[in-house]
């Protein structure tokens, strides 16, 4: 089940349309409209589907419809709160502090003594800051000195009750994105600075299949972030598979591997 009218990151989901029918299987094509109920009455609610789409759209699934598998969306797993406890020894943010946003400017002098105790250069003094929420209310950023106004509105949008990650700046030469299914990377691909269908290297590869093979998983399928940061390589994030973007990754690879995971879990039900 797969939401058309959507471009995921400029990730066009027709790619994965068309190589669903390429494997022969069916697909269910909605164009879905934020806040719109969907009817879900019209399909079999025990069939083996799997969806893609925005994270509202995703979420009525979840919510509305008794597919299996359904959605691989774990909101709870992709917390950072959550995942961290497991692999936060591959962090690149491991030295972090997690508070309420509505704190963040009460404590800025604080967390700038904390992160940067014997720094004395004022522009190196930049706190990142993300979200906790693995469905991302906000986008993660970096926000200067002289830049403190961007917190009070971020409070105003988000609540002051929303649990940020905070850290020092990282720079960041190259990102990739990673997807796992059933405990095994099947694909990945460059995504920034540029995106690229060239192979990520064997470093940032390796960590992948490291966090893929642990006993914790978040779900059966998802996909990881790495970044390379001075020479080494760190997990950046998890996310979920149903709700990201899967740029240059070999999407044969993608549909063959969550079609036989979604087939794996459909059976231990049916």
């Not at 502090?97 to 002098?109: A, C, Q």
């Not at 850290?167 to 299914?181: D, G, N």
């Not at 893929?212 to 760190?234: H, K, N, V």
Request: proline share 5%; aromatic share 12%; net charge neutral.
């Amino acid at each position: 089940m797969i939401q058309t009218n959507i471009s995921l990151d400029g990730f066009d989901t027709k790619a994965i349309v068309n190589e669903v029918i390429a494997q022969g299987m069916k697909v269910l094509s909605i164009e879905y409209h934020f806040g719109v109920p969907i009817n879900f009455g019209e399909y079999n609610q025990h069939d083996c589907i799997v969806c893609y789409g925005a994270i509202d759209f995703v979420r009525q699934v979840q919510r509305r419809a008794s597919f299996i598998p359904g959605a691989y969306c774990n909101f709870d797993n992709m917390k950072c709160s959550t995942y961290y406890a497991y692999f936060g020894e591959h962090l690149l943010n491991r030295n972090y502090i997690m508070l309420p946003v509505g704190d963040l400017l009460k404590r800025w002098e604080e967390l700038i003594r904390i992160f940067y105790p014997a720094s004395s250069i004022i522009g190196n003094k930049s706190l990142f800051i993300r979200p906790n929420n693995g469905a991302k209310p906000f986008a993660g950023y970096i926000i200067g000195p002289d830049e403190k106004n961007k917190i009070q509105t971020l409070v105003l949008a988000v609540g002051p009750e929303t649990l940020v990650v905070v850290a020092p700046r990282k720079s960041i030469k190259t990102e990739w994105r990673f997807v796992v299914c059933d405990g095994k990377v099947v694909t990945g691909c460059q995504y920034l600075p540029t995106e690229s269908s060239v192979l990520p290297p064997q470093s940032s590869f390796r960590l992948a299949e490291k966090i893929a093979s642990r006993e914790w998983q978040p779900d059966l399928c998802y996909t990881i972030d790495i970044a390379e940061s001075e020479g080494e390589m760190f997990l950046l994030e998890i996310n979920s598979f149903s709700c990201a973007a899967l740029y240059n990754c070999h999407i044969g690879s993608i549909v063959r591997s969550v079609s036989d995971a979604a087939a794996k879990e459909w059976k231990s039900y049916y």
